[in-house]
């Protein structure tokens, strides 16, 4: 159950916010990150497991509501913790979308 409903919101998610657009890229062509932004949404929502803004949180990861393959920002207003089972299904989910959106045209 909680699989379909992980794959229900990531093709909500990514179905309500598409959009065209060029995604600023690393010099070897990987999707640019921003380490402040994550910094940031660690200082203002410490890990659900540990309560702390540093180190290791285990069991979580910092997620983006809009994949940044699908034009989300990479903004601390994009940003979540999700459970490491949940955020795999999401991602597999993810990937699968944003390949559609390059082969479409809508991301460059």
């Known amino acids: ?3 379909i409903l992980v ?3 990531c093709a909500f998610t990514l ?3 598409a959009q065209t657009c060029t995604l600023p890229r690393t010099a070897n062509g990987n999707i640019k990150r921003s380490a402040s932004e994550v910094y940031k949404f ?3 929502n410490p890990c659900p497991v540990t309560g702390k803004t540093t180190g290791a949180c ?5 997620e983006h509501t809009i994949p940044l ?3 989300g920002p990479d903004k601390v ?4 913790w999700m459970a490491t089972a949940e955020h795999k299904i ?3 989910a993810d990937v699968k979308h944003c390949a559609d959106l390059k082969k479409s045209g809508a991301v460059k």
Not at 58 to 62: D, E, K
Not at 77 to 80: E, L, Q, V
Request: net charge positive; with cysteine; hydrophobic share 40%.
């Open 1 to 3: 159950m909680k699989k």
């Open 7 to 9: 794959a229900l919101m």
């Open 15 to 17: 179905t309500a916010f």
């Open 42 to 44: 660690r200082k203002a």
């Open 58 to 62: 285990p069991g979580f990861q910092v």
């Open 69 to 71: 393959c699908a034009c």
């Open 77 to 80: 207003s994009n940003m979540t």
């Open 90 to 92: 999401k991602t597999k």
